[in-house]
């Protein structure tokens, strides 16, 4: 849910005259790309707070008679091997997969923003040593601490949550603790310590509040590649656990065992993990590229 | 230079201390231990039967002690014993290594092959019908899964060719055809992905090194367009380029471990997977360790590589 609020957020830069339309009207011209990820994703949130009304099925409920059923009127996009009916499936699958993304990055973002703040606001040696503890969490490729993590908690929705949320902290405190560095040097700072305001307080209501435009940012990007790593994890057996419909996990062994006889399987559960992070993608690097002009490319 | 590398490798060195600890405890938190699985399927097992094989897979000492042991391990080059399979862990590890580093080789190379071009061809000609292509292709490239590009490639590959694809791991040594098949579709799955952010970094840093002025006068001088941008400019905005590669090609075991697992290749990353639902903590331990030495390997590298590609970037000053 985290996407309409970083939709609307756009005008950080805008006059205070000018209404949310125009701003958004400015923004699909401006970026035509970034806009359809807007639309993507508006879309997907729409879907995963409808998915009650959107189905045509019961998602979990499995039918003996019609397995692995090609698309027809009555099963959209067919239905897999237990008799159950993939459109449904997928309509709550966007739930899944957004509730997980958007916990996970925001939980990442959060934690691991705090901790770039004060390592850049304190300095010294307490940035020093903080850096290289993010040092050792970054050096493991993202899956695999996901994976480890997710092995090592078990699985529940609750767990896989934490589990990609882990590898995001050292993402998110760079970036926080990069911005901090910079606002910290400026006068209003200086003014606000000299008229003796508390560190914290400075900390968080004096530079916390402009750091906002570079949090957006990050949360968009790592929005995308937590559900990826949400759909990994599911696929491999190690995310969410039935009887939640996952993406993922309805591209697992069984999609892949009964690929020859119902393509379709295969092809619908994957195409919805790629539409959702190209949204994300597409809307993140737009944001970026309005927000914080200085993280272009990067 | 000679202390700026001692510098880095001391570094390197707490950091794979520090990694080491970490993947210690995460695994400790894990519930349940390799004897509940292995008799999860038997059904009743006695305390002290229980008791007497923990005692013999060492995991009935306290964690520190299981600590240190497999820090002496790896210094002495000893990987401890793989529960699971009862072989030492590096005999188990050892014949998956090759296959791995093919695979991520190839993987490297193909993201390469297609990613600077395709960056350079998107920078030069920006923002007309050929670059904003570019861009959703590659934007595609990193939101579609690895794996599931795999299946779909297979997928298409049955449907259309009628051709199966080998189940079981063919050798060089035995068919060399269908072993470079059996490895260029899974390198190409997972080469796309890596391509998609060489592609994206290239362009960018091009376009901000054809903004500079030296790139100005190799215009003015009258240097024909492909001079300018291969010789002058490239040049120049391959540094950020170096540093995607070094990362990606450490991070590419992260897309090897669900790509293996698709194509049925015998590689350490897929067996990675299997090693942590087994909860076979030797061989999980060397395994992520394995990577991340991999990974800070390929950083120092990366590090190196600046100074031999940017003559003004000192070391240690």
């Known amino acids: 849910m985290a996407v309409r609020p970083a939709a609307i957020a756009v005008p950080a830069g805008a006059r205070p005259h000018s209404g949310v339309w125009t701003i958004l009207a400015r923004f699909v011209r401006k970026k035509p790309l970034g806009a359809a990820g807007g639309v993507l994703m508006a879309l997907m949130v729409l879907t995963a707070i409808f998915a009650d009304v959107l189905q045509t099925h019961d998602p979990i409920a499995t039918n003996a008679a019609y397995t692995l059923g090609s698309p027809n009127l009555e099963h959209w996009l067919g239905t897999d091997h237990l008799g159950r009916d993939i459109y449904s499936r997928i309509v709550h699958g966007a739930r899944v997969s957004l509730v997980v993304g958007v916990a996970s990055t925001l939980l990442g973002s959060v934690l691991g923003g705090i901790i770039g703040l004060l390592s850049g606001y304190i300095g010294g040696k307490t940035d020093l040593i903080t850096q290289r503890i993010l040092d050792i969490l970054q050096g493991l490729p993202l899956l695999v601490l996901a994976l480890v993590m997710s092995a090592a908690l078990g699985p529940s929705v609750q767990n896989v949550v934490i589990a990609i949320s882990i590898p995001i902290i050292p993402r998110a405190a760079r970036v926080i603790r990069s911005s901090v560095l910079s606002i910290r040097e400026m006068q209003y700072v200086e003014a606000a310590r000299s008229l003796g305001v508390q560190h914290l307080r400075v900390a968080f209501r004096h530079i916390l509040p402009n750091t906002i435009g570079p949090f957006i940012v990050l949360c968009t990007a790592q929005l995308g590649s937590a559900i990826l790593v949400e759909a990994t994890l599911s696929y491999l057996g190690l995310g969410v656990p039935e009887p939640y419909p996952s993406w993922g996990r309805m591209l697992s062994v069984s999609a892949a065992e009964y690929a020859q006889k119902a393509p379709h399987l295969v092809l619908f559960p994957g195409i919805a993990i790629s539409l959702a992070v190209f949204g994300s993608n597409l809307l993140g690097d737009a944001l970026r590229d309005t927000l914080d002009p200085r993280l272009r490319g990067s | ?298 950083n120092l590298i990366v590090d190196m590589l600046y100074g031999v590609l940017d003559p003004r970037v000192r070391y240690g000053g």
Request: hydrophobic share 55%; no cysteine; charged share 15%.
């Open chain 2, 1 to 298: 230079m000679k202390t700026y590398i001692v510098q880095r490798l001391l570094i390197a060195l707490l950091t794979l201390l520090g990694m080491s600890m970490v993947i210690f405890v995460l695994l400790r938190l894990a519930p349940g231990d390799i004897v509940d699985i292995l008799f999860a399927t038997a059904g009743y097992i006695s305390p002290s039967e229980k008791q007497a094989i923990m005692k013999e897979l060492g995991i009935d000492r306290p964690y520190v002690i299981q600590y240190l042991d497999w820090l002496h391990q790896i210094v002495t080059g000893d990987l401890g014993k793989s529960y699971r399979y009862d072989l030492p862990a590096w005999e188990v590890i050892r014949p998956l290594v090759p296959v791995t580093l093919e695979l991520a080789a190839l993987s490297m190379v193909f993201a390469v092959l297609l990613g600077l071009p395709a960056g350079v061809v998107s920078a030069v000609r920006q923002d007309t019908t050929l670059d904003y292509l570019l861009r959703v292709f590659s934007l595609a490239g990193l939101a579609m899964p690895s794996f599931w590009l795999g299946m779909v490639i297979i997928l298409g590959l049955v449907t259309w060719l009628a051709w199966i694809p080998p189940l079981t791991y063919v050798s060089p040594t035995k068919d060399l055809k269908l072993h470079a098949i059996q490895f260029l579709l899974p390198a190409l799955a997972v080469g796309y992905r890596s391509s998609a952010l060489i592609m994206r970094i290239t362009r960018s840093s091009l376009l901000e090194v054809m903004r500079e002025d030296y790139i100005r006068t190799a215009w003015a001088k009258g240097q024909t367009g492909r001079i300018v941008i291969w010789r002058h400019a490239l040049k120049n905005a391959l540094l950020p380029v170096v540093t995607v590669i070094g990362i990606e090609f450490a991070f590419l075991i992260g897309g090897l471990v669900v790509t293996e697992t698709v194509f049925n290749l015998p590689g350490v990353a897929r067996f990675l997977v299997q090693a942590i639902l087994w909860r076979d903590y030797p061989v999980v331990q060397n395994l992520v360790m394995f990577t991340a030495i991999v990974v800070i390997l390929s």
